[in-house]
């Protein structure tokens, strides 16, 4: 006779948040599956084929991306009722933007007694930096919420196993101990969850880790400065498992992967598999600003297969670097660095954050109008200066009782959730809005069109990428990284603060914004179609301006990025010395014939 099983249910939601007015953010296909959520799915698919929980009993996992999929929480409910509550949800991967929507997510699932485990940035940061449990997470506590704080690699077990006897602790801390990632299990998730995304892109961390130490950052808290990585095995491992299910590019999510201690063997097994064994694997990775003076880098980078990268440029006034403690931003570097990446034909996006302690209105636009005529970026994406959970900036700010925010919702980039010495609230926003608008003109989409264009890089597709991120805000209201395609609502996934609107008024209100959304996203996409055509046919012409110019040694008393500001021209002398010094010291220590 078969044995009778038994079924540990697992639901694992990567919650999304609310927008501004309140409502879920969620589209028909989101752009890119979370890697959050293919490490803790992975961790669990492996606890269910080793049967950890004994012969009987089988493990079922659910993975649910809610920025594109509706969560139905009352058939999860009823679905583990059904099984005696025996299993959790998971909510995954939460940032604290999306730890207000986690909450209300937990809320009923908690009323009806099942098990609740949240893990990700939000939890780990707070944990990271703060000795004693914040409101916050006191108000998860308090529901009977578990927090799962530090990484999953090594520990699922010991999670599935308490929940499995109903006995999950309130905090499961392992923030002091990261594990190693040389065979761990890797990231995965399948096919169909993929698919639900826009392209047949997926995403997995090679490494996490970075050395440096900007105070804005929350990485370095949560995951440590040291360099932990996967070995050229395990990548294998994850490239090959994708593209047997057609999956072949892929956004290594590592924070910076110049400084993954072993980004050359990685490389060097990725060219193999793309020269020798045929796969055509394409990649988009993050990297810092003097990534192109480690040896090779760039041109395995290339032979690897990136097609894209993106860099924390952050600001190009020297004064605001040292004020984040980004001392490795080096804008005697920034032309170097882009012109090595234009030399190989990929193109680059550059995040650019406003509101640094030096900025003004008046100097973040004219330092944008520098960026657009002396250095050849293609794609520039823009930040608050906001103080994250998990940063050294929250930290020292909380601890000086310095007035945040209080809705977390909010800390999502996007919003002014602090004073600034400089600029009112209403002045700040107006320059986030403002600096799309600046950098994006059609004059500028033009430029960035023929720089790639003499290049050799593919402008159907930077062109489709640039309409995405100028319209993102002024169309969607959201900023591209939280965008998709097609905006879907619901009249009731609205934050539980606000009211529920009438049917008379949401659903017309919702077709209104459909109608004109759609025929603002055709204007647009005519306009920039109108502008690759033009330099399409232009083409022949070879194409030049000061941003493509060689670096040349006159450039630091002509150009603005060089001598807009004091520290600017600081920064230059300070670079001049140090190459004087450099170059006296190997005179000093050539062997003598
Ligand atoms: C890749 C990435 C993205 C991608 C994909 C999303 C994803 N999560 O993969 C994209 C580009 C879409 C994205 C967008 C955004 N991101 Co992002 N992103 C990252 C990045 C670089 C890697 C995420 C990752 O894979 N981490 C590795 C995983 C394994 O770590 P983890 O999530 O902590 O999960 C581990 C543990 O926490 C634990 N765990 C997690 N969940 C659970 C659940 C259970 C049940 C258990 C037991 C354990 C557990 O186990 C996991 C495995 O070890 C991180 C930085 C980083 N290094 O993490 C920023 C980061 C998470 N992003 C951040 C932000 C702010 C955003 C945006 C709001 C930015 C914007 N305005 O557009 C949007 C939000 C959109 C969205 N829907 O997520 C912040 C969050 C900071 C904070 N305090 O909240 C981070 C930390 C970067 C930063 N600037 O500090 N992001
Ligand atoms: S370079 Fe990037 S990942 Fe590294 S500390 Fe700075 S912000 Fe964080």
Redesign the pocket.
Known sequence: MARAHKRFRIV?I?P??YDDDGYV?RWYR???????????YG?IDDCARRRILGPDIDIDIVAIDE?NTFVRLDRIISDMGANNNFG?V??????????PRSLHIAKPLRAAGIPV?????????MLAMFDKIGPDLQAALDMGI?L??????G??DE?VHDAAKGALQPI?NYINDL?ALEDTVE?FLPGNSVRKTIGNVT?F?AG?GCPFQCS????IN??GRKSRRRSPDDVERILRKNYEQGIDRF?I???NFARNKDWEPIFDRIIKLREQDGMDVRFLI?VDTLCHKIPNFVAKAKRAGVTRIFIGLENINPDNLLAAKKRQNKITEYRNMLLAWKAVGIWTYAGYILGFPNDTPESARRDIEIIKKEMPLDVLEF?FL?P????ED?KVLATKGVPLDPDLNK????HALMPHANMSKAEWEQLYRDAWAIYYTPMHIETILRRAQACGINIWRLAQIILWFAQSLTIEK?????GGFVRLKNRHERRPELPLEPMWKFYPQLAWEVITKHAKVAVAAWQIFRIYRRVVASAHIPYTDQAMTPISEEETQTLELFTHTNSAREAVDHARKVKILTALGSVATQPTA
Do not use: W
Request: net charge negative.
């Open positions: 694992l990567k999304s948040h953010i989101s752009p890119m599956p979370a890697n959050s959520l293919a490490c803790v961790l920025t959790f998971g909510l995954v991967g939460v940032q604290s933007n999306q730890y485990i949240i893990g990700g940035f939000h939890v780990s940061g578990t799962f704080a530090g990484e999953a690699e520990r699922m999670v499961y594990p990231p995403t961390d996490r804005f950052c929350t990485i949560v995951q956004f999510t590592d924070d993050q930040f906001t994250l959970p998990g940063s929250h800390y999502d980039l996007e959201v900023h591209p990284l939280q």
